[in-house]
């Protein structure tokens, strides 16, 4: 029902920026939180960041707070990572998910994007 597409990774050298995003599409979308998480080789998926739609709330992983932001533009279905400062250790795959509440919980996750942090 719901398809999500994440784009914006790169490389980007230590103390930089980049901006994710995700596009969400399909029938009779209504999202109640969509988060990013992250999963780097050989350690566990971790959320990275999260926005409930309904008032617009978020919550970050310690290790990004102050330097991610998460952020929705609900009229384009789209939410976005701003990542500044970003160091080595963010270095991971950063995928996309959305958590439906109605008609029973479902969850949707993206394909993933790459982001490397390397000087």
């Known amino acids: 029902q719901v398809e999500l597409v994440e784009s914006g990774g790169g490389l980007v050298k230590p103390g930089g920026s980049l901006r994710l995003s995700c596009a969400a599409s399909g029938t009779d979308i209504n999202i109640y939180t969509t988060s990013w998480y992250r999963q780097a080789p050989g350690k566990q998926r971790e959320l990275v960041a999260a926005i409930t739609h309904a008032d617009g709330s978020t919550d970050y992983a310690d290790s990004v707070k102050g330097r991610f932001t998460i952020s929705s533009d609900n009229a384009k279905n789209v939410v976005y990572l701003q990542m500044d400062s970003l160091e080595p250790e963010d270095t991971a795959v950063y995928y996309c998910?959305?958590?439906?509440?109605?008609?029973?919980?479902?969850?949707?996750w993206g394909q993933g994007t790459q982001v490397t942090v390397s000087s």
């Open positions: 998910h959305a958590y439906v509440a109605y008609g029973g919980p479902q969850n949707y």
